[in-house]
């Protein structure tokens, strides 16, 4: 857990905040995935942003796949995973499919939330007013939009580019207004 309770100012001098939080590292996202029951958080959270987005690449989001890999992916934490290879073999077993089949229906789904997962955290940091720079907190900004950019640019539907076959930017910019939609309904 994390008491939040003083400002530190770069002189080290502090002063009392006026509201006082404890966070207890659960993360907000995690309460209504566990009360529905659904496959990830982002189901919950990005409902939506992913009917939004997956209405134009058609990805099949609920296989069978997903469904089993789903309650084993937490095994693939990198900070925490001393053999990744070895747990992608040990979670295809359980799922019964060799690695490369979980692997392939497993990607294109999880970058679809790593494009989801961005785009609010960009959205969230600009509405606080960060911009994307080459300093600093914007440095950050810049690269999770790159990385938006890459997923986008390189997975494919057929022979057309994720970007492509979203609209460009403009498709893009559906995807920040799906995360507004979602975030007004909490």
Not at 142 to 161: A, H, M, T
Request: net charge negative; aromatic share 10%; with cysteine.
């Amino acid at each position: 857990m994390v008491f939040m309770q003083y400002k530190t100012f770069p002189d080290g001098s502090r002063e009392e905040l006026k509201v006082k939080v404890i966070d207890c590292g659960i993360g907000l996202e995690r309460i209504p995935w566990l009360v529905n029951g659904s496959p990830t958080s982002y189901c919950d959270v990005f409902e939506g942003a992913i009917a939004q987005l997956n209405s134009k690449l058609e990805l099949d989001v609920w296989n069978d796949v997903w469904k089993k890999f789903g309650p084993l992916s937490s095994q693939l934490d990198v900070d925490e995973c001393p053999d990744l290879e070895k747990t992608w073999a040990d979670i295809a077993k359980v799922v019964d499919m060799d690695v490369k089949t979980v692997k392939q229906n497993i990607s294109p789904i999880k970058d679809m939330y790593i494009i989801l997962d961005h785009t609010r955290s960009a959205m969230m940091l600009i509405t606080d007013g960060a911009l994307p720079s080459s300093k600093g907190g914007g440095y950050n900004i810049r690269n999770i939009l790159r990385r938006c950019f890459e997923k986008l640019i390189s997975n494919k539907k057929g022979d057309v580019s994720w970007w492509d076959t979203i609209g460009g930017m403009d498709g893009f910019l559906e995807i920040f207004e799906s995360h507004k939609q979602d975030l007004a309904k909490i």
